[in-house]
Every structure is written in C-alpha cells, then in structure tokens.
C-alpha cells in the first residue's frame, strides 16, 4: 500500500504548515485568546479564502473533494500551532454529520456556507450522566403541530457559545439508553428557548452549556428515530482527526524540550550532553513516531464502512494515542523543570491541551475496553 501523499495533498500540506509558522506564534495565540470569540474571526476567514474549511467537502458543495487524509493532514498542523478556531467543531463534527445524515438540499443549504466560513456549527450531544455512551440521551424531542420540540440540557458543547447552529441530539422514543429512537436536530442558536453558558475550557478552547426549553428544530436530518449508526460514523472519523491532532501536539512538546535541552546548563554543559535525558528524548521521539503511524492507520480505517472494523481501528488508534501522550507530555514537564508549569510557557499548554484530547469521546481506559471487548484488532 502506497503511504505517500499525493501531490495535492502535499500542496495543502506546505500551504498549511507555512500558514501556522507565520500566524500561530505562542504570542500570536494569546492575543487570539483575548479576542471577544476566544479565537480569531479574521483568521477563520484566511481559512476560508485558504479553502481550508471546505477540503473534505464536496465540490459541488463549494468544498475540495477531500476526506479523511486532508483533515489529517490540517489536523496536525493545528495540532502544531495550539489552533484555537472552531476547526474540529464546524467542520469535522458538523459538516460530517450534514454530509452523513443530511440530505441534498440540507447540504446544499449548509455546507457552501461552512466553507465559506459563515456559518458556524457546534456538535450538541454530550450530557451531564452521559459519560463516554453515545447512545445515553435524554434530552427529549416531541413532534407537534408546528415541528419538533426539544427539551433537555447537553454540556460540554465545543464552541458551541459562537455558533449559529446546533446539531443537537434527541430521544424521540424508548428509553435512556436504546439505540433506537435518537435523532439529530438542526437548531437555530438564537432560537426562542434556547439558553447558552459559554465558558473557556482548560486547553484555552471554548465550550458552552446549553438548555433547551420548548425550543423548536429547524429541521431533522435523516431517520429521527434512527440517526445514531450515522453519529456515530462521524465521531469515528472525529477520533481519527484528533488522534492527528495529538500527533502535532506531541511533535511539537519533542521539539521544544530538546531545543530547551540544548540551551540550558548544568554543571557548565548543557543538559542535552547528558546520556541519561538523552536516553529519555529517544523514548519522546520513538513514542511520537508510533503514534504517528497509528494515526495515519486510524485515519485511513475512519472510512471503512465496516463499522466494526472501523470502530475497533479508531479505539486502537485512541490507546496508542493516549499512552503515547501522556508519555511524551510528562517527559516534556519533566525535562524543563519548573518553567514547564507557567502560564508564560508553551510547553505546558501542548500538555494541557493533549490531556483534554484524551478525554474526548472516550479516555484511554474505555477504548483500551472497547479493543480488548472485540477480541482482537483485525
């Protein structure tokens, strides 16, 4: 099998990397923090002239014709620069849901938008006794007269404080944990009933409390008793997107402390001399390589069809993934010394944000289950 990126796909790589190294400076990011958003809405708008924002939509979307590999590959580099915009939210988790479940007018109304960068999508699903069980919902939806009605609260919603529509999943049969009887809502942000908490994160990211009080959908896409399969294909291909998120994150924690390595001294060398920290970088580096290999494994089995296949591809991704990262982020703090503990330095602040990608849907713990459930990985 041939791993090499296509041309294009080495074109977007270039495209990306340089995009990163000349706006994503460590004090570039704290300004963008600062910014009313928590991130930049002039950067998410060179996204977008970049078409950054529509590489795995369709053409006839307004898109590239992407899928899996090209997240990757903006991924990682986000991964590189602690990306703040609502990349993964809008357009990994929310154009992958429109694309999965919505059908051809529903794409066509939404999708050119996303990629245009004017319309912003948040991903409305986790809830507060939900844990990691995609199919634990209870937030209600009640078809009436004038459409579908949602009642309930989901939590942790990412960026979901700036954007203009939620896609919100709901129970409209059977009980709290049956797979049957979910659907996935469009809601209007603004609409009446609707009440948003939003709040920074500990990677410097967004999320947002949200309620629903007799708000009304918009719209429903696909089967609203039977949207859970199709969830949970996206959040399959979500898992992978992250796992090349990690894969830059801990690149960049490798880079940094070795750098740091180089320049500070002890005993009239530098620390890079001794054998020992030299031994432990080797361990960061060999764990960063796995990790990237595994990803690039997870990236490709996100598009299987198959979805036992792809489900215990992804989990085994998230395991190395997760290992690998608290690995190298320990190292990281640990080689640096005390400065890896201040705000004022970047190191901690990769570690921060590798930390929350190894909670997102599912820890370490539960998708190390999850492979050891199905017997093996092929």
Not at 77 to 88: D, M, N, Q, R, S
Not at 236 to 241: E, L, T
Request: aromatic share 8%.
């Amino acid at each position: 099998m041939d791993f090499d990126l296509s041309d294009d796909q080495r074109m977007l790589k270039d495209s990306v990397d340089r995009l990163i190294a000349d706006k994503y400076s460590f004090e570039q990011r704290k300004k963008y923090m600062a910014e009313p958003d928590g991130w930049s809405r002039e950067l998410w708008a060179q996204y977008a002239e970049l078409g950054l924002l529509g590489v795995s939509f369709p053409e006839a979307h307004g898109g590239f014709g992407g899928g899996p590999v090209e997240n990757m590959i903006v991924a990682e580099a986000f991964g590189k620069g602690l990306v703040l915009e609502p990349y993964f939210a809008t357009i990994v988790l929310g154009g992958g849901l429109i694309q999965a479940a919505g059908n051809d007018a529903q794409k066509a109304a939404m999708l050119p938008e996303i990629a245009a960068g004017t319309r912003l999508v948040a991903f409305a699903q986790v809830e507060r006794a939900s844990r990691y069980n995609l199919a634990d919902v209870q937030v209600t939806a009640t078809k009436t007269a004038e459409g579908w009605v949602l009642n309930g609260e989901k939590s942790v919603v990412l960026h979901g404080d700036c954007a203009d529509t939620l896609l919100v999943t709901a129970r409209t049969d059977g009980g709290r944990t049956d797979r049957n009887g979910i659907g996935l809502f469009v809601v209007a942000a603004n609409a009446a009933g609707v009440t948003r908490q939003g709040y920074r994160t500990q990677d410097g990211c967004r999320a947002a409390e949200i309620s629903f009080a007799n708000a009304l959908a918009a719209d429903v896409l696909g089967d609203p008793a039977g949207a859970l399969p199709l969830v949970e294909q996206v959040v399959d291909q979500a898992i992978a997107v992250l796992c090349a998120e990690a894969v830059g994150l801990m690149g960049e924690m490798h880079t940094i402390t070795v750098d740091y390595m180089k320049q500070r001294k002890q005993f009239g060398v530098s620390i890079s001399q001794f054998q020992v920290l030299q031994h432990r970088a080797v361990d960061m580096f060999v764990a960063v390589e796995q990790s990237r290999s595994m990803s690039l494994f997870g990236t490709v089995m996100s598009a299987d069809p198959d979805a036992k296949a792809r489900s215990r591809a992804v989990s085994a991704t998230k395991v190395q993934i997760g290992k690998a990262g608290k690995l190298v982020g320990e190292e990281a703090v640990q080689l640096h010394g005390g400065i890896a503990m201040t705000m004022e330095y970047k190191v901690g602040h990769y570690f921060k944000r590798m930390t929350m990608i190894e909670q997102m849907f599912g820890n370490t713990d539960a998708h190390l289950a999850k492979v050891a459930g199905a017997g093996s990985l092929f």
